[in-house]
């Protein structure tokens, strides 16, 4: 028969059993539990503070973002703003050059026009004269004139 059957042993099987679960009790509520209960309070601490900081981080983040879009849009009213000055001032200065190019222009435009009437004039005399000439030469040859 198997030992471990034997009624007449029982009596000690039991109380080896009910030491070593009072031992193994004892163990485990002085030792161990604490020991993980220490573990696991430092575990939901550290996640709290992860959280927390993870919180703070993220608002940081939402704060930054909101600085940046408002400061990446003062930035671009100023350069658009810059731009427009710009063109207006190109625009100006355009202008203005085309305006003194039309008066030189025009100025030049008047000179030739009074070169071209002096040298018109000129010519008219130069042929009038030879023409008076001619006219005397030939009034003289048909004895019109001494």
């Keep these: ?6 009624v007449s042993t029982f009596p000690s099987q ?3 059993v ?10 485990m509520t002085v030792v161990a539990a604490p020991r993980l209960k220490n573990i696991l ?7 709290s503070q992860m ?3 993870s919180e703070t981080t993220q608002k940081t983040a939402i704060d930054l973002a909101e600085e940046t ?8 009213a100023k350069v658009s703003k810059a731009e427009k000055d ?10 203005r050059k085309k305006d003194e190019i039309y008066h030189v222009s025009l100025e030049r435009t008047k000179q030739e026009k ?22 005397d030469l030939a009034l003289k040859k048909v004895g019109y004139t001494k």
Excluded: Y
């Design 1 to 6: 028969m198997l030992p471990q059957l034997v």
């Design 14 to 16: 039991v109380f080896w």
């Design 18 to 27: 009910l030491l070593g679960f009072l031992c193994v009790f004892l163990f």
């Design 41 to 47: 309070d430092q575990r939901s601490e550290h996640i």
């Design 51 to 53: 959280c927390s900081e």
């Design 69 to 76: 879009q408002k400061k990446l849009g003062d930035l671009q």
């Design 86 to 95: 710009l063109v207006e001032t190109l625009k100006q200065n355009s202008q």
């Design 114 to 135: 009074e070169r071209i009437a002096q040298m018109s004039q000129q010519a008219f005399d130069e042929i009038s004269s030879d023409i008076d000439n001619i006219v």
